[in-house]
């Protein structure tokens, strides 16, 4: 078993920055690659980025390319999302996820894909 647990959300204005964090523990998640979604309220849970177990590919939602890193630390088995030039439709709740199994293709998108799952943190951009 895994367990996710992100922090570093919080209130931001439009065009600061935050730095999300996810830190695993029960399992090394070195061999599992790791996705950031996000879910605004009414809508439904949409993929932001991923990143492969070795950390050398990495993909990104046209929404946030450009503005958002993802990487990852092995050695502290931790994910980090750094958001930059925030706007206020980034406001959702942000989750990061783990998987083991080989994704093919675009499946890294799918949130099916991932079979463990954080609580979630919140990030919110005002005008």
């Known amino acids: 078993q895994v367990q996710l647990v992100e922090s570093g959300g919080g209130l931001v204005q439009a065009g600061g920055s935050l730095r999300l964090s996810c830190i695993a523990s029960?399992?090394?998640?070195?061999?599992?690659?790791m996705g950031w979604f996000r879910q605004a309220p009414g809508k439904e849970r949409e993929f932001v980025a991923h990143?492969?177990?070795?950390?050398?590919?990495?993909y990104y939602s046209d929404s946030v390319k450009g503005r958002f890193t993802i990487s990852r630390d092995n050695a502290k088995n931790t994910v980090y999302l750094q958001m930059n030039s925030l706007k206020p439709e980034d406001t959702a709740a942000y989750y990061c996820?783990?998987?083991?199994?080989?994704?093919?293709?675009?499946?890294?998108?799918?949130?099916?894909?991932?079979?463990?799952w954080g609580q979630g943190t919140q990030v919110t951009v005002s005008l």
């Open positions: 996820a783990a998987n083991f199994l080989p994704l093919i293709g675009s499946a890294y998108r799918s949130a099916g894909r991932y079979s463990y």
């Open positions: 029960g399992r090394t998640v070195s061999s599992a690659a």
């Open positions: 990143i492969r177990s070795t950390g050398d590919s990495t």
